[in-house]
């Protein structure tokens, strides 16, 4: 597969209206050519879907922000009996970072790690139990952005209740653990942004009759 598209920003660096603009330019335009392919074979009860995509962004204006993007995803849908079944991943991406919290006009390109584990086990026609693990990694090009370098790693857990009609609610247990290798410089200290966030929620998926499909998460 490919594709050339064309797009627009009115304010692609995002610099305040108040502050003095990069080139006295705040809008710029760009070309973007993406070449492909997909790779989807399943065996049996077993699935694998494969996406690689390449493309080359050229700015007008800018154009030392000109660069390579590159995306690529692989899963395997798993099925074990009537019971048990998954999804087993991992993502890579690199693409230009966005401008909204730091002033530059110098190039940023981020790259994202992700590789993942979803479980269901379906322990009675009407109830699911759901695991999800993932672990996530963000490296960003420019030195003085190497603080946005991080980890994440997202252990969940949920119980979930199928309708008849093909709607679902469930309970969603939720850990996130970030760990930022480099510190982030302020005043004259260094500031620490690991966390750990612990989540409730519930989760809701309702078919409201033909196409009409309602979702929330709240917690």
């Known amino acids: 597969m490919a594709s050339i598209g064309w ?29 492909g392919g997909v790779v989807d074979k399943t065996w049996g009860r077993q699935r694998l879907l494969g996406v690689a995509k390449v493309s ?18 692989g899963s395997w849908y798993w099925q074990l009996g009537n019971q048990f079944s998954g999804e087993l991943g991992a993502t890579y991406e690199q693409t230009l970072a966005p ?6 006009e ?10 993942f584990f979803k479980g269901a086990w379906k322990l009675h026609p ?3 139990a759901h695991t999800a693990l993932s672990h996530e990694r963000f490296d960003y090009a420019l030195a003085v952005q190497s603080y946005n370098d991080r980890t994440e790693d997202v252990l969940e857990l949920e119980a979930r209740y199928l309708a008849p009609s093909g709607s679902t609610v469930g309970l969603v247990l ?24 612990d989540e409730l929620k519930a989760r809701v998926d309702w078919k409201a009759g033909g196409a009409v499909t309602v979702q929330a998460l709240a917690g």
């Open 99 to 104: 401008y909204t919290d730091f002033r530059s």
């Open 174 to 197: 939720r850990r996130i653990e970030g760990d930022y290798p480099n510190r982030r410089p302020f005043a004259q200290t260094l500031l620490t942004d690991d966390f750990t966030q």
């Open 106 to 115: 110098e190039r940023n390109l981020r790259e994202r790690h992700r590789s």
């Open 56 to 73: 080359k962004v050229s700015f007008d204006h800018f154009r030392q922000l000109d660069y390579d993007g590159k995306d690529f995803q």
């Open 7 to 35: 797009a627009r920003d009115d304010n692609l660096l995002r610099i305040a209206d108040d502050a003095p603009a990069f080139d006295n330019q705040r809008s710029d335009s760009w070309t973007t050519v993406e070449f």
């Open 126 to 128: 009407r109830w699911e």
